[in-house]
């Protein structure tokens, strides 16, 4: 893995703030982290975590991957072409969620079949991770049944 560079990342996400023209507090907020921690980030004091970096390129707007190359996660130059070929996959609209899953698994089994590391796959894993966090965050119906837990086959 790639040292983090993370002055550069802290410049950059403060140029895409400023562009945003959101004050830091208005993009912890959205981010959903501290604003001192976020304040850390952008002076290159701190190494945020891929769901850090994840939350803070929705609340910009911006590429999370493109924040993963800045703050060394992600090698630009290796990785592009896995993260190119995934969003291919992911944005081909007459394939359906479960056939577009389906094909990454088996990209990313040949993949590893060929000594290749699935660094890209697995910044996607932590990504969805979060998505499916944010998911279960949001409140729900008071109209709804509560439902019981699932329970893990094993």
């Known amino acids: 893995m790639a040292s983090l560079n993370v002055g550069n990342l802290g410049e950059y996400l403060r140029e895409q703030r ?3 023209q959101l004050s830091l507090r208005q993009l ?6 501290s604003n001192p921690y976020l304040s850390q980030i952008e002076r290159g004091l701190r190494k945020p975590s891929a769901e850090v970096l994840q939350q803070v390129a929705k609340a910009l707007r911006i590429s999370a991957e493109t924040l993963y190359v800045r703050a060394g996660i992600l090698d630009a130059e290796r990785d592009r072409d896995e993260v190119e070929t995934r969003a291919v ?20 089994s040949f993949r590893k079949e060929n000594g290749f590391s699935g660094t890209a796959a697995d910044i996607a894993d932590i990504a969805d991770t979060a ?17 019981e837990p699932r329970q893990s086959a094993g």
Do not use: S
């Open 89 to 108: 996959i992911l944005a081909d609209p007459t394939l359906t969620e479960a056939q577009k899953q389906a094909l990454l698994q088996i990209y990313e």
């Open 28 to 33: 912890a907020d959205a981010a959903g982290v």
């Open 18 to 20: 400023r562009n945003a």
């Open 131 to 147: 998505d499916a966090q944010d998911a279960q965050d949001v409140p729900q119906d008071d109209t709804e049944e509560p439902r």
